[in-house]
């Protein structure tokens, strides 16, 4: 029996739910499609948001011989098999290779289709869920223009749900298509294979699906969240930059997000490194909190580990913040990768004996802490930078008496 979501599958462009960034009226890719004049495309985005319903649409209004190929199990042969049918008289209007999940062919694959791409023996739309500027090989991507598709909105799958609803002689209440549709993540084919499943849990004569049934069927499995593919990277992202734009709110849901996922290494390894990277200097003590926070975390385990790793991300969110020990650093690796500070100060090299060419002979070090206030001025900068600044204090309290203080030792 055919799934429900291939069933419904749309067959015009009028028919797609969502992509009115690429596929309302007056916009490129319409234009393009509806010309006739089909370039070779490569299409981003998560999964069921109607890649591969374009691709058909494509194939049907151009009258193009469609050829369909997956990256986990298309060989070099698959692909020189339809370049030959490409030559015969079936395929006078041409060729459309749509090759899903091309992530997955590896280069040489990918370089056997440079030639016929090149000549026009096919038309090339590959689909793929991965950033495709990382995982395509470059002299391929450079012939084809790349087209980012985005989760569909709640409300774009509320509507493919009631359309779905329809063809099953079914109703879902209001709650229960909302929860549906938020459940889905974006993802239209998630949300209708969920709809089939109710449905044929129904009886003949209650066709009604409630919210307590999506509840049961609705779970964690549904986050969107893979520690192989972008949205890994996506919620690491965004969850170091709530941290560090203070916004404990978001701090807390996308620290949620992960530890739902199962990924509480992570989420812990964020924490200290934004501890470290964005307060820093300007609350040195919160280094060593959320290290103990970690520790607790980890000897804890889950589900009580979000105990500890809340509070930390909350601290952290709302703490002064300061990178000046990174900005500090990234100075200093500039000048090293440039070649500079070659050498090191006499005064502060491990002893050992002057040649005979020195100038200066012994090592002529003033020890700190024989001097008043425990400094004293010498240098420790090689030659060529030794009047260089990395370190610039942040404007908090912790930095800004450090530095009154020192100034206030030094002259």
């Known amino acids: 029996m055919e799934p429900l979501a291939e069933t419904l599958r749309p067959k ?105 791409v090149e000549r026009g023996d096919i038309t090339l739309i590959a689909s793929t869920t991965e950033n495709p500027y990382f995982y395509v090989y470059p002299a391929l991507l450079s012939r084809c223009t790349v087209f980012e598709f985005k989760s569909l909105k709640s409300e774009d799958i509320m509507e493919g749900i009631k359309r779905a609803a329809k063809k099953l002689n079914v109703k879902i209440n209001g709650e229960a298509l909302e929860r549906l549709a938020l ?50 990277f996506d919620n690491l992202s965004a969850l170091m930059k709530s941290l560090r734009g203070s916004d404990p709110d978001a701090a807390v849901f996308y620290l949620a997000k992960m530890l739902e996922a199962g990924d509480l290494v992570t989420a812990a390894r964020r924490l200290l490194c934004s501890a470290n990277e964005d307060v820093g200097l300007a609350y040195p003590q919160i280094i060593s909190i959320v290290k103990d926070a970690v520790d607790t975390a980890l000897q804890l385990g889950m589900p009580e580990a979000y105990l500890p790793l809340t509070n930390a991300a909350i601290l952290i969110a709302t703490a002064p913040k300061s990178n000046s020990g990174c900005v500090a650093y990234n100075a200093a690796i500039a000048d ?5 500070g070659v050498g090191v100060p006499r005064e502060l090299q ?62």
């Open 336 to 340: 090293i990768r440039q070649g500079k």
């Open 12 to 116: 015009t462009l009028d028919d797609v739910i969502g992509q009115h960034h690429l596929l309302d009226k007056g916009k490129l890719m319409r234009k393009v499609i509806e010309s006739g004049r089909i370039c070779n495309m490569i299409f981003y985005g998560p999964p069921g948001i109607g890649k591969t319903t374009l691709a058909n649409i494509i194939a049907d209004s151009t009258k193009m011989s469609l050829h369909k190929l997956n990256g986990t199990t298309a060989t070099i042969e698959d692909i020189k098999r339809i370049i030959d049918e490409a030559k015969s008289l079936f395929s006078q209007n041409g060729i459309l290779l749509y090759l899903d999940e091309i992530q997955y062919l590896n280069k040489k694959q990918q370089q056997s289709l440079l030639e016929f």
């Open 183 to 232: 459940g889905s993540n974006g993802d239209m084919r998630k949300a209708l294979n969920n709809l089939e499943f109710l449905a044929n849990g129904l009886s003949k004569d209650k066709r009604t699906i409630n919210l307590d049934l999506v509840e049961q069927l609705i779970s964690k499995a549904n986050i969107s969240y893979d520690r192989s593919e972008d949205h890994h």
């Open 350 to 411: 491990n002893t050992h004996y002057d040649g005979a060419d020195a100038k200066v002979k012994g090592q002529n070090y003033k020890y700190p802490h024989d001097y008043a206030h425990h400094w004293v001025k010498q240098q420790y900068l090689p030659d060529d930078i030794k009047n260089h600044k990395y370190y610039k204090p942040g404007d908090n309290k912790f930095e800004q008496a450090n530095k009154e203080y020192w100034e206030k030792i030094k002259k």
